[in-house]
């Protein structure tokens, strides 16, 4: 199993992207360049945090048509894992490889804290280290992570078991005071209407680690590793 | 000529933004302030010399870049 991580010119989180991926998947991802063109082959893109073009325009719009992000569409369309965290799910939402679009929090500030996130779905690559309906602790940190989907979209991603994470009480309760950045049904990661591709803002990566807060996001990596263990080197 | 953009939130979209702004000015002391939506506008300047053509042009160029369609509309005006 290998895995790729796409870089842009202001992101920033790649390095803790490395280190959780390098810890499960036993070897080191390769790093691609914004303005690569071509993709190696591996079994999982993941696309990180950070403020990629400083958020001009809005956050991830000029990622989203940065040449690489064609190889990126290209092979989820083939059925590659596609993994976005936080810049990175903006990116995905912009390059409409994800539906919806991340707004300004509501609150209007930058948010860095802990939150907890219940999974609603433990039968895919992405969440298959989980149980079903399992609460975990993970980190968010960003301006931009307000969920939004028009009432046809919402409905469809509700009905089609797209919504991957939602926001939640240390007990799994849901609601706006346990949601960080107002995000519509408390949602804080989706999947595509294939279920290859998911975009998350908080960062499980920066949850693998005891000594720094703790190991809420490690079954995600985990799971990743066991799901894609048959897949060729 | 010159291409002028305004792009803006579509209605039912929640507007944080201009929501707060609307506050700032009744704290002013500003009477009669509604709603506040706050948007971007955005100038092109273009070589092309057909009104038309710039148009369709500059409304490709919102549809793929400058405006996010699932939160956001855009008008467009050519102007000179």
């Known amino acids: 199993m290998t895995a790729a991580i796409v870089t842009f010119p202001g992101s920033n989180r790649e390095r803790d992207m490395v280190m959780a991926l390098t810890r499960a998947f036993g070897k080191a991802p390769a790093l691609v360049w914004h303005r690569d063109t071509e993709l190696p082959k591996v079994d999982l893109i993941v696309i990180p945090g950070g403020f990629a073009y400083g958020d001009y325009l809005r956050a991830g719009a000029m990622a989203a048509q940065s040449p690489i992000m064609r190889a990126v569409a290209d092979r989820a369309q083939q059925g590659v894992l596609v993994l976005g965290v936080c810049n990175g799910f903006q990116v995905l939402t912009e390059a409409r490889l994800l539906p919806g679009a991340l707004m300004r929090n509501a609150g209007l500030k930058f948010v860095c804290r802990e939150v907890h996130l219940r999974v609603e779905r433990a039968d895919t690559p992405f969440t298959q280290g989980y149980r079903k309906g399992e609460i975990f602790k993970c980190p968010v940190a960003h301006h931009d992570g307000n969920y939004f989907a028009d009432s046809e979209t919402l409905a469809r991603i509700e009905g089609e078991g797209q919504v991957a994470f939602r926001y939640c009480s240390p007990q799994g309760d849901l609601g706006a005071a346990f949601t960080p950045n107002g995000s519509i049904n408390d949602i804080a990661g989706v999947y595509n209407d294939k279920g290859n591709v998911l975009g998350l803002m908080p960062h499980p990566e920066d949850a693998t680690e005891k000594l720094l807060g703790g190991l809420g996001g490690a079954p995600l990596f985990a799971g990743l590793a066991e799901a894609l263990a048959g897949a060729p080197a | ?80």
């Open chain 2, 1 to 80: 000529m010159k291409a002028k953009i305004h792009v803006t939130l579509k209605s039912g979209v929640l507007d944080p933004q201009g929501k707060a702004v609307g506050h700032a000015l009744g704290s002013l002391g500003f009477a009669g302030v509604g709603e506040v939506r706050q948007g971007k506008y955005i100038e092109i300047e273009l070589s092309e010399t057909d009104v038309g053509t710039a148009k369709a042009n500059v409304e490709e160029m919102c549809k793929k870049l400058l405006a996010n369609t699932v939160i956001e509309n855009y008008a467009v005006e050519i102007v000179g």
